[in-house]
Every structure is written in C-alpha cells, then in structure tokens.
C-alpha cells in the first residue's frame, strides 16, 4: 500500500507502456513538448469534458471523477465514466478517449485498467469492462479487464514507481515511433539511441541540409 505522498499519475502507465526514456522525461525531469498529435488529443479532451452530467437512456455519465488507488499508487482523472444499473447497485464503465487509431499492443488498455482498478477500491465493485473511443476512426472498443490484464497494469504500475524513485532517466532507443513523438527534438533519439556516432550523424545532417 502507497501512502498519499507517493501517489503518481494514471497517464504515466500509458507513457512508460509507450517509451520509458519518454516517462522519464516527463515524470522525472519535468519536461513537456507539443506537436500536432498532442495538441489535437487536448482539443479532444476539451470537447469530451465540457458537460460534467448527462443522463443517456437510462445511463449516467460522469466526467472528470476523481480517481484514486493506494494499492497502484496512482490517482488522476477519468475521462468519462458510465453508470449502468445492474440491480440495486449501479456499476461503473470507464471510457477513455483517444484522438488517434487503435494500436495492436495494451499500451491504451493499461491506462483505461487502471482507473477501473481506481474505481473498484474507490467504490468496493467489481468492473468487468469499459470502453476505448479512438477519434481518427470513430470507433469505440470494449475491453475486458482480466487478470492478463490487470497482471500487467499492476506490474507497469510498480515499474512507474521504480523509475521514479531512481531519478534515472533511462538513455534514448531510436525506433520508427520516434518519429511521430513530440519528444523527439528533446529526446534526440537519432543522434543518441542509434548505432552512428555523434560526428556521423551530425555530417549525415550537414549534408542533407545542403542537398535541401
């Protein structure tokens, strides 16, 4: 059990599940850089939190909970969070909001697991499900929380705590998601995380620029 000092945020599971030297980054140095991808998730998030309450054929849809696990160390925020009535009691449906496409990987899943994890110590349930909405494609995407599931976003969520209590930011690796990263001109992964050295990339640089 964390106490309430250690608590970190959710949105760090997505980051570390998505590049570790990037968490660091963020949740160690403090740093932050925008680009077109980010900027469009927050103009996403913006528009899914405008209304705080709806009532939706016989659902009702939360935004903004306060979300909160001592077991995980984690709170945050949930996107939006149905209620559906299952005999007395109503049980929470967490949906997290994407502004991009599905990816082939739990890097999403672990994020939305967590805040049903948040939800179920929070509210003493059990929640079997919740739901991805990807904006590229307009598509919503169940996902079932199992202990598959839950295995690897309580592991992931120990790993966050670890890294950042090491205060190491861990050395870049170049690979083709670099490219759509806005961390990449702080991160430099190209010039650090590849094979070339430091003087061959810098002369590869030159002489593309004079090619321009």
């Not at 945020?9 to 980051?15: E, K, N, S, V």
């Not at 806005?182 to 650090?192: A, I």
């Amino acid at each position: 059990m964390y106490c309430e000092d250690d608590l970190l945020h959710i949105r760090g599971l997505y980051q570390l599940s998505y590049c570790k030297r990037r968490c660091a980054l963020l949740f160690i140095e403090q740093q932050w850089a925008d680009n077109f991808f980010t900027a469009k998730g927050i103009v996403m998030h913006d528009k899914v939190h405008t209304e705080k309450i709806e009532h939706k054929k016989g659902v009702i849809i939360e935004r903004d909970i306060y979300l909160k696990s001592y077991k995980l160390g984690l709170i945050g925020k949930s996107d939006i969070v149905e209620f559906h009535k299952s005999g007395s009691k109503l049980i929470p449906f967490p949906v997290e909001y994407k502004s991009g496409k599905a990816k082939g990987d739990n890097t999403d899943k672990v994020q939305l697991c967590a805040q049903a994890m948040c939800l179920e110590e929070m509210m003493n349930v059990a929640i079997e499900s919740g739901a991805m909405f990807y904006g590229k494609t307009r598509n919503r995407l169940n996902v079932e929380f199992d202990k598959s599931l839950r295995d690897e976003t309580s592991a992931l969520a120990q790993e966050f705590h670890d890294l950042v209590n090491s205060e190491k930011t861990p050395k870049s690796e170049y690979s083709k998601k670099c490219n759509n990263c806005s961390f990449k001109k702080l991160c430099l992964p190209e010039m650090f995380g590849s094979k070339k050295s430091i003087k061959e990339y810098l002369k590869e640089v030159i002489n593309n620029e004079e090619t321009i």
